[in-house]
């Protein structure tokens, strides 16, 4: 099934790429964007509404991006997918004791340390299943 999008939001070409190649290999079926920032990811999650009425199936977000400048892009997403269902949101990265606790006060539904493995993307996969249809 071809009318599914992974948005993936980090400002490093190579971990862009690593993360589109551990997705294919997980299986996905579907379009895989990598923006370097929010406002791309807005843009992109737009454009494919308009022309194709898709909303993102996963977006996946670096923790420094999440925190400088995805607050509010991320409220504009949320609002896109207006057909009751939430975007699942899984935030990339190394994480101190304080991002985990600024993340646990946020709607984010999964965090993943990198490097991006396909045995965290099984996980990642697993604990959506489990979150969104039980």
Do not use: W
């Amino acid at each position: 099934m071809k009318d599914r999008l992974i948005l993936i939001v980090d400002k490093d070409d190579i971990s862009n790429f690593i993360t589109k190649l551990i997705l294919k290999q997980t299986g996905f079926l579907g379009d895989i964007v990598a923006v370097k920032n929010c406002s791309e990811a807005e843009f992109h999650a737009n454009d494919y509404y308009q022309k194709k009425m898709i909303t993102p199936t996963l977006i996946l977000i670096d923790i420094t991006l999440f925190e400088s400048d995805c607050l509010n892009s991320l409220t504009d997403l949320m609002k896109l997918s207006g057909l009751n269902r939430k975007i699942p949101i899984v935030i990339m990265g190394n994480f101190s004791g304080v991002d985990k606790l600024k993340l646990s006060h946020s709607d984010i539904d999964f965090q993943i340390s990198k490097p991006l493995t396909v045995e965290k993307v099984n996980q990642i996969k697993s604990a959506l299943v489990q979150k969104y249809i039980g």
